[in-house]
């Protein structure tokens, strides 16, 4: 096959897929879905040479943060707002708790990264092995844990955490353990507030707002949308012990949902003053 041949099967291709995205909602869901996979990989792969010379530090998040703030998400059209992010300013060692709804957290994670770096993410131990980016995961210091053994998990972390906080680094963690997207939260899984009590470190809630709108599995789009980032008040924990973690979570659990359902409100509100200014401009 020559150079022209292969020229024209790739066009080919990606005209019968445009073609197919202008026929078939789903079509164009998975498509779009499947570049996005794709775009993400290559920036952990483009990466992970930078990142090789300082094997373990979490700076080297901020190579990633700057490729899919500047590309992918202009790319795949999405738009992040953060409210509160003078609350990200502080140097102090925190664990930061967010909800998760899909892959496009990994997006929302790089926007806001500079503003609290140095951070480090926990991970399902799985991901350790998905190609470039378990690679560059590690490369970046993550941290891996089975979310299938809690106490193995909990270990894990607390071996981390006395080192962490010497440095002065961040903890992300998402504490529902596994996508949701069904407009509410999970339980909590209670490894975050472990820490953060054993550590005396303040809590920090970050919520992302719904997808639903532009973004859902279950009915197949995959739409260019404008998603808020809500930075919750710190929650300190100097004077907290294990007794306290059930109420803690439960507690920040709470104060997540409602701000996830404030957003949800806000959102409603803002595409009905739209469509009612639209309606006045006609």
Not at 75 to 96: A, Q, R, T
């Amino acid at each position: 096959m020559t150079v022209f041949d292969l020229l024209c099967f790739i066009a080919f291709i990606i005209v019968t897929l445009m073609l197919l995205c202008s026929i078939s909602r789903s079509v164009k869901f998975y498509v779009k879905l499947g570049f996005y996979y794709v775009a993400i990989f290559t920036v952990t792969l483009v990466a992970i040479p930078f990142s090789a010379c300082q094997p373990g530090d979490p700076g080297n998040l901020l190579y990633a943060s700057w490729m899919v703030h500047h590309i992918i998400s202009r790319i795949f059209g999405l738009k992040w707002e953060v409210k509160n992010k003078e609350l990200l300013n502080s140097k102090e060692p925190c664990v930061l708790v967010c909800n998760h709804q899909s892959a496009l957290d990994i997006s929302g994670m790089m926007y806001i990264w500079p503003l609290f770096h140095p951070c480090v993410p926990v991970l399902k131990k799985e991901l350790l092995f998905t190609g470039p980016f378990g690679i560059f995961c590690w490369l970046a210091g993550c941290i891996f844990v089975d979310r299938f053994n809690s106490e193995k998990a909990r270990d894990t972390l607390n071996n981390k955490v006395k080192e962490l906080k010497e440095r002065r680094v961040k903890l992300w963690i998402f504490p529902e353990g596994t996508r949701n997207d069904s407009g509410t939260l999970l339980p909590f899984k209670k490894g975050a507030f472990h820490i953060a009590t054993q550590a005396k470190i303040p809590i920090v809630p970050i919520v992302f707002s719904e997808y639903t709108d532009f973004y859902s599995i279950g009915k197949k789009i995959f739409d260019r949308g404008t998603i808020t980032v809500t930075v919750l008040p710190w929650i300190k924990t100097e004077h907290l012990t294990s007794v306290d973690v059930p109420s803690l979570t439960e507690e920040v659990r709470s104060i997540m949902i409602s701000s996830l359902k404030l957003s949800a409100t806000e959102a409603s509100e803002k595409k009905s003053n739209g469509s009612v200014v639209e309606e006045k401009s006609q």
